[in-house]
């Protein structure tokens, strides 16, 4: 099994943390986007889209999306449950790990991926797009914020791979675009600073 790797990418990271708290050992195979290794023939033959993260297995299959790939592997190694212990758990982890990559993740991707000079000639970059979704970041860190002064987790009392995919979009935010987690938020801030201390969080 290996997996193909883009460092800075916070799929990428969503995965490579997942696997840190499995304690999982899967060699990784850093992809030079810039150069264009993803759109080689030998690439897209894995996966058409040219997107990493992505999980090939020693028969050749290859798994791509960052929850298919944490879910392949939650199958393997159940422990520690990374996406709920029992049917009810399981569909609230996948909720919440649903509307972090959807309405936090992907607006801040967005902001990104519309501002930046390194997406210049990669995609039609809408400035008015980037500004639509930092008001869309903002407004779900505020609603993050009420929700976490009520508990300690995303997605209840314990750790899951929603904390992993919403930590993995703010380390992308911080570093990419400038978005910071206020600190008058206190239970968003208390919550970034408990999962950034877990010894998995610069995987
Ligand atoms: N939904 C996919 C998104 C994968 C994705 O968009 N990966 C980006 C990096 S964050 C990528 O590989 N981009 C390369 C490109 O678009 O050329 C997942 O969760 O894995």
Redesign the pocket.
């Known amino acids: 099994m290996k997996l193909y790797d883009?460092p800075?990418?916070?799929?990428?990271r969503?995965?490579r943390i997942f696997i840190a708290e499995k304690g999982l050992d899967i060699p990784l195979h850093p992809?030079d986007?810039m150069a264009g290794e993803?759109?080689s023939p030998e690439y897209l033959a894995k996966n058409p889209?040219?997107?990493?993260?992505?999980l090939e297995l020693d028969d050749g299959r290859c798994i791509?999306?960052?929850?298919?790939?944490c879910r392949y592997l939650e199958e393997l190694h159940p422990d520690p449950p990374l996406m709920g212990r029992d049917a009810i758990d399981r569909a609230l982890v996948e909720m919440w790990h649903r509307r972090m990559?959807l309405e936090l993740l992907n607006p801040m991707?967005s902001v990104f991926v519309h501002t930046a000079e390194m997406w210049q000639g990669?995609?039609v970059q809408i400035p008015q797009l980037a500004e639509v979704s930092r008001e869309q970041v903002q407004a779900r860190m505020a609603w993050l914020d009420e929700e976490l002064k009520g508990r300690e987790y995303i997605a209840g009392d314990s750790y899951t791979v929603a904390d992993i995919a919403a930590q993995c979009a703010f380390v992308?935010g911080k570093a990419a675009v400038g978005i910071r987690i206020p600190e008058d938020m206190s239970g968003l801030s208390q919550w970034w600073s408990r999962v950034t201390s877990r010894p998995t969080a610069r995987a």
Do not use: D, F, H
């Open positions: 883009l800075p990418s916070p799929n990428a969503r995965v992809v986007m993803n759109k889209l040219g997107k990493m993260p992505l791509a999306e960052s929850a298919a790939i990559e991707i990669r995609v992308m």
